[in-house]
């Protein structure tokens, strides 16, 4: 079956530090990729996205590229700012559903 | 252009109760679909609509159930309440049945059930 599974947070960072969100998929098919992000009391907006192979997402000064031979999508980002601290969710379109991560937390620390 | 937007933002229901949550996608969208997000479970799909047909099902009781309107506008009711169903409930839109397209989310309706 279809699923995701993301690094467990929460994941703290001192602002302009590196920061890497670990992202793996499991997909019957090829899927599209997604990084979503939520900040506290709103709901999800799309971050990034890539729909094929090798191709790099990137928005905001975050970056995923899509691995086919790693079944990765880690989400990477230079340098944090205090305003990144959102939850971010990893997610799959395969098929007819949509499958997400269990999100992972990042807090950013001035 | 106006982002989906979901009524209400907040309520509370008491067990037993039965209660309809409501879903006005972007523009020109015409899938709607609808998930479940508490801290325990994480983010479920529910179920989506396309051109007034339900294409989809997650994994969810019969309790469970929407529709959509001709205009695209979705509803969804959840009938005899449990403790267990409080959650923020996000509805997303996309142009078409969302495979392969990018959806976008409205900021959820906040359930709480006593």
């Known amino acids: 079956g279809n699923s995701v599974t993301q690094m467990e947070g929460p994941v703290t960072l001192s602002e302009e530090a590196f920061l890497t969100i670990n992202c793996t998929y499991t997909?019957?098919?090829?899927?599209?990729l997604f990084w979503y992000v939520q900040y506290p009391g709103e709901g999800l907006q799309l971050l990034l996205k890539?729909?094929?192979?090798?191709d790099k997402g990137s928005n905001k000064g975050f970056e995923a590229t899509y691995r086919k031979e790693t079944t990765s999508f880690h989400l990477e980002k230079g340098s944090v700012q205090v305003s990144d601290s959102a939850v971010y969710f990893c997610?799959?379109?395969?098929?007819?559903?949509?499958?997400f991560g269990t999100g992972t937390s990042l807090t950013v620390i001035p | 252009k106006a982002g989906v937007t979901q009524t209400p933002r907040y309520l509370i229901k008491t067990r037993g109760q039965q209660v309809t949550l409501s879903c006005s996608p972007i523009?020109?969208?015409?899938?709607v679909s609808w998930y479940q997000q508490t801290p325990g479970q994480g983010l479920q799909f529910l179920f989506e609509?396309?051109?007034?047909?339900?294409?989809n099902k997650g994994n969810f009781p019969g309790r469970f159930s929407g529709r959509q309107f001709s205009n695209s506008r979705s509803e969804m009711n959840v009938s005899t309440l449990e403790l267990g169903d409080s959650a923020l409930y996000l509805c997303a839109s996309s142009l078409e049945h969302f495979s392969g397209n990018t959806i976008y989310f409205g900021e959820g309706s906040w359930l709480t059930v006593v």
């Open positions: 997610a799959l379109i395969d098929g007819n559903q949509f499958y």
């Open positions: 890539a729909t094929k192979a090798d």
């Open positions: 609509y396309f051109s007034e047909t339900q294409r």
């Open positions: 523009s020109g969208h015409r899938s």
């Open positions: 997909a019957t098919g090829y899927p599209s």
